[in-house]
């Protein structure tokens, strides 16, 4: 009777064994089914409760259960879900959970990390071409990023240098103009310091003249000798020589000749003894007593 019911308890546990495998198997070719026509939702349903109500452990049902989250747009869960098995024995899932974590870094921008996460991949699984040709696309990238970041830079400091230069430059030129202008300031005072020492100079000249022609103005037998009688001095005959010369450049002036020139002052010479003789015959008349002298 023992037997019989351990039998029984064997062949029921075998029945729902057998149960439990063909309804795993079950969802798991509905969910592949499923996303492979682009029900990603469906899937990741199917795969849940796999993992939750059925307590499968399986590192491809996680793997797949994160590549329905990625398509989803959920990238935290999805990385979560790669995370799971980065360390799985089964290096093809270890491998692509490396290769999808490196998508997802590089679609954030996190460029090193992505391609460390290839490296990996590679590593994990060397017949993983996408994982090679994403490693190798994107080590070339960073390095044509690196050499234009090191040509920028080289640029700026170029570019930094110049301005640099250049307001030196502009300093030098500031400071010799105002050299330039401090020297004319100084050349102008000296200038003027030198101009008012002429005048001072000059002034004293002019001073000194008219202190001279003070001494001219004294009585002429201070200053020089008198002429004698009869004699015209030196001066006196200047005078004459000038006031010929201007009568004879008046009268060419007059367009009269010197000949009728003296004719003409002989006449006015009579003319004057006329009236000086008259004049002396009139004064030695003698004047009457009895009249007043008007």
């Keep these: 009777m023992k037997y019989l ?18 309804k795993v198997n079950k969802l798991k070719k509905e969910a592949k089914t499923a996303y ?8 990741l349903d199917n795969y849940l409760y796999l993992v939750d109500s059925m307590q499968v452990e399986d590192d491809n049902i996680v793997l797949n259960m994160a590549n329905a989250y990625y398509k989803l747009n959920d990238t935290t869960n999805a990385v979560n879900n790669y995370q799971a098995v980065v360390d799985s024995k089964d290096n093809v899932v270890r491998s692509v959970a490396q290769q999808q974590l490196g998508v997802i ?49 080289n640029k700026d400091n170029k570019d930094q240098q ?46 000194k003249k008219d202190g001279e022609k003070k001494e001219d103005g004294k009585p002429k037998e201070e200053q020089q000798q008198k002429p004698e009688d009869g004699e015209e001095s030196d001066e ?14 008046k009268l060419e002036e007059m367009k009269i000749s010197e000949e009728k020139a003296k004719m003409i002052l002989e006449a006015l010479k ?25």
């Design 36 to 43: 492979n026509n682009g029900d990603y939702q469906k899937a």
């Design 162 to 207: 110049k301005r640099d230069q250049q307001k030196k430059d502009q300093q030098k030129q500031d400071q010799q103009k105002g050299d330039q202008e401090k020297k004319d300031q100084e050349q102008q005072k000296d200038e003027q310091k030198e101009g008012e020492g002429d005048e001072k100079e000059e002034q004293q000249k002019d001073d």
């Design 105 to 153: 870094a590089n679609r954030s921008k996190k460029f090193k990390e992505a391609l460390e996460h290839f490296k990996e991949a590679i590593k994990a699984d060397p017949a993983n071409e996408e994982a090679r040709y994403n490693y190798e696309l994107l080590k070339k990238v960073l390095e044509e990023q690196e050499q234009q970041n090191k040509d920028q830079q």
């Design 5 to 22: 019911f351990a039998i029984l308890l064997v062949t029921v546990s075998s029945w729902t064994d057998l149960d439990k495998i063909a």
């Design 236 to 249: 006196e005959n200047e005078n004459k020589q000038d006031e010929m010369s201007s009568a004879s450049d």
């Design 270 to 294: 009579n003319k004057e003894k006329q009236y000086y003789q008259q004049n002396k015959r009139r004064a030695t008349k003698q004047r009457e007593s009895n009249k007043p002298d008007w």
